[in-house]
């Protein structure tokens, strides 16, 4: 099943005027009387021209509160009382109406998808409750936490208790759970009115240019859904997330703290942005976990149903922002997310919970985040296959599709179109997570035997010098100090000094990459101009990097053509005046449009006459040889920026070594590490599902820090420089 896309127009605010209106719904063309499923807006160097992108559906300016709920979430609430978890967010470019849509107002017709949610969940548990004659119990509770600044705050604790550093995040059975959050139980819509209000007061959100009231983080609200007849519990959970919206700092005429906030923003859209990106070119690697946002969101990782309410503004000055968020939507549409329920459990088996309240896992059975089509998802056994068939409900919102010949089903018409679901005997519920096929755990190391036939001399050897590598760093660890062999106070010194001066590289090029990463953004939007500037700010953190000083010259080149190109001809060309972005241009190339983009003026679909720099997020296949050298060579440049940190000294390196090994029996040799703590960091690594590629990393190990870094290295400074 695909993501459910569905898009909002919001009406003109008080100061917009009615002829700046550019964005507008429209049914489709094949079904004229239906209800709108396109969205309407003119190519910006064109507007003779219109793109058209199409949705699951589409509200005008006139929809209410009360369209938009009945016809896109109320038909997931019977699902989530099933057992599946459902996932509605919002996305948009700053003041669009996110907040509005999500939360609303305070009178009755004005509420928006999250009170209505609730009112919906009590009014199902209270007909449950009575239908089984009180045999099922139904119990709610709701936890509430924001994301700002990529550190993840508990709406439920005031403002005064937060710690800088905000809570941590865990990767739980395939699920990832913020740790240490606050769960309120809430029996009846006025009790979690009470709370969501009181909640909402320590929601970060100040005045910008573009929005009075604008929201500064991501709000995350999980409802949690726990049904219970006898022994049997069912627990499902919807989370309504209202995203922070995407901003121009050129528009909103943001301060320091403003800036601060908003390029933290920016960057989560942007990784979110980057993992759509990755997923539709079904890349091995999604970047989920550069960004809290994105791995909490998970999207296209987790169970269950998934819509995405993307908002828009319909004035022109939003234009080329409406393009990236159209953009960007019509590539989530293509997500495929898993539809499996969570299996209920009996509570006379319950599982061991760790300390923290995790259910604790074993290591081999952690599951790294993977793109869907990557992950295995394998049901243990037939008799558990058979049950799914037995089991699976009847799908009545089964309209996830934008593909021509499966059935369209308009909103309005969701509930009643159950077709019988096809069991998925291959998926796994999001609760069990428990596949015949697990990752193996990197602790365990594969014999030479099972692996030999598949093994070149290459990697034989590459093993071999793992292994005497290893060897190595255990006599080292192990070895005495032979009297008289201290290192005298001033070399030890000096050592000090030589790593401090890496620590210190090493946080002024995450400034750098900082840079590089708006400078990325700057460029996929066509902004130029900007991206040059950013790529100037980046390069004093990377004097030496060629491929950057390449990029820089290249993207100068591009400029200055494009200035000739706009400079009047003696004829007297007619300059571009309309643009919202003055750095706004084509690209010097044609580009396939994305497939939902036609002519509005015909019916047929067909390749738009202009040339131009509008989808940002194209699928591989279509995407012109040209644009795809330019983002390739943006990747690599960013892959060989963020991977070939400063000169590590040959202590940090035999460190890493050690940490990397993930062998509990080596690390806990290192100096002040000892077996939990050595077992507290494979775990971190597993985690991770990555290496730690820089001693700072390691230091922001939880349970490591930079003290931790220190003594491991004192207890190497005897045996090697
Ligand atoms: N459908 C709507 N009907 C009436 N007013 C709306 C609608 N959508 C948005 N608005 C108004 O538009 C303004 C901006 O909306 P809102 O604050 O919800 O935007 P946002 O996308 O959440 O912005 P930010 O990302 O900055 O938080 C508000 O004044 C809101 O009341």
Redesign the pocket.
């Known amino acids: 099943m695909s993501v459910r896309v569905v898009a ?1 127009i ?2 003109l ?1 008080k100061q917009e005027l009615e002829k700046d209106t550019i964005v507008e719904a429209a049914p489709n063309v094949s079904e004229p009387l239906a209800t709108p499923s396109i969205v309407r807006i003119p190519n910006p160097k064109n507007e003779a021209e219109a793109f058209s992108f199409q949705f699951n559906s589409v509200y005008d300016q006139l ?1 209410t509160q009360q369209q938009v709920f009945d016809n896109e979430i109320a038909p997931t609430v019977k699902h989530l009382f099933k057992g599946f978890d459902v996932t509605i967010f ?1 996305y ?10 999500m939360r609303g107002g305070k009178l009755l017709a004005e509420r928006g998808v999250i009170p209505r949610l609730l009112s919906s969940i009590y009014r199902r548990s209270r007909k449950i409750e009575k239908d089984t004659e009180g045999d099922t119990k139904v119990d709610v509770a709701m936890s509430y936490y924001e994301i700002y600044n990529d550190r993840v705050f508990d709406l439920f604790e005031s403002l005064e208790k937060r710690t800088p550093a905000g809570l941590p995040i865990r990767d739980n059975n395939g699920k990832t759970v913020v740790v240490g959050l606050t769960e309120r139980p809430c029996t009846s819509l006025k009790d979690f009115e009470t709370l969501y209000d009181q909640a909402n007061v320590n929601r970060s ?1 100040s005045a ?1 240019k ?6 500064r983080s991501h709000a995350v609200l999980c409802v949690k859904v726990t049904q219970v007849t006898g022994n049997e519990v069912r627990v499902s959970t919807a989370s309504a997330i ?1 995203l ?2 995407s ?1 121009d700092n050129r528009r909103t005429d943001n301060g320091k703290e403003r800036m601060v906030e908003s390029a933290s923003i920016n960057k989560s859209l942007f990784v979110l942005a980057q993992c759509v990106e990755a997923i539709s070119k079904k890349q091995n690697r999604i970047p989920y976990r550069e960004s809290k946002m994105t791995r909490i969101l998970s999207l296209g990782q987790n169970n269950g149903l998934t819509v995405m309410i993307l ?1 828009l503004a319909p004035v022109r000055s939003y234009h080329l922002d409406t393009l990236s968020s159209l953009n960007f939507a019509n590539r989530t549409k293509k997500i495929e997310v898993n539809e499996v329920e969570n299996r209920p459990f009996f509570r006379t088996a319950p599982k061991p919970e760790s300390k923290s309240g995790i259910p604790s896992v074993p290591l081999a059975n952690r599951q790294p985040l993977r793109p869907k089509a990557l992950s295995h998802n394998v049901v243990p056994s037939k008799e558990a296959a058979d049950k799914d068939k037995v089991e699976k409900p009847v799908k009545a919102f089964s309209v996830y599709s934008d593909k021509p010949k499966t059935t369209a089903v308009r909103p309005g018409h969701l509930s009643g179109q159950g077709h019988p679901r096809i069991a998925e005997a291959h998926k796994r519920t999001s609760s069990e997570a428990v596949p015949t096929i697990s990752r193996p755990s990197k602790v365990l190391k594969p014999t030479m035997a099972a692996k030999s036939e598949a093994m070149s001399a290459k990697s034989i050897e590459e093993m071999i010098e793992r292994k005497v590598a290893e060897k190595l760093a255990e006599q080292a660890l192990s070895a005495k100090l032979p009297a008289g062999t201290e290192i005298s106070p001033d070399v030890q010194a000096r050592l000090i000094a030589l790593e401090r001066r890496v620590i210190d590289q090493e946080s002024a090029r995450a400034e750098g990459l900082q840079y590089l990463l708006m400078a990325k953004q700057h460029t996929v939007r066509g902004e130029e101009v900007s991206a040059l500037k950013m790529y100037q700010l980046a390069l004093p953190y990377f004097p030496d990097n060629q491929k950057l000083a390449q990029k820089m010259l290249k993207l100068q080149e591009k400029i200055n053509r494009k200035e000739e190109e706009r400079r009047p001809k003696s004829g007297g060309g007619v300059p571009l005046a309309e643009d919202a972005d003055e750095d706004y241009q084509p690209e010097a190339h044609d580009d396939e449009p994305d497939e939902s983009v036609f002519d509005a003026r015909s019916a047929r679909p067909r390749r738009p006459a202009v040339r131009r720099n509008l989808s940002v997020f194209r699928d591989e296949a279509s995407a012109p040889q040209t644009h795809q050298a330019d983002s390739d060579s943006e990747d690599e440049l960013a892959h060989s920026l963020m991977h070939t940190g400063p000169d590590q000294t040959p202590r940090s390196k035999h460190i890493l070594r050690i940490i990397n090994s993930r062998d509990v029996a080596q690390i806990r040799l290192l100096k002040g590490v000892g077996a939990k703590k050595a077992e507290m960091i494979v775990n971190a690594l597993c985690e991770m599902d990555d290496e730690v590629r820089h001693v700072t990393e390691l230091g922001r190990l939880k349970g490591v820090g930079s003290k931790g870094v220190e003594r491991m290295k004192e207890g190497l400074a005897g045996v090697m420089a």
Do not use: F, I, Q, Y
């Open positions: 909002r919001r009406p605010l929809a919002a948009g470019v700053t003041g669009t109406g996110k907040t509005h849509t959100t910008t573009l929005n009075a009231h604008s929201s209202d922070a919206g901003e908002n």
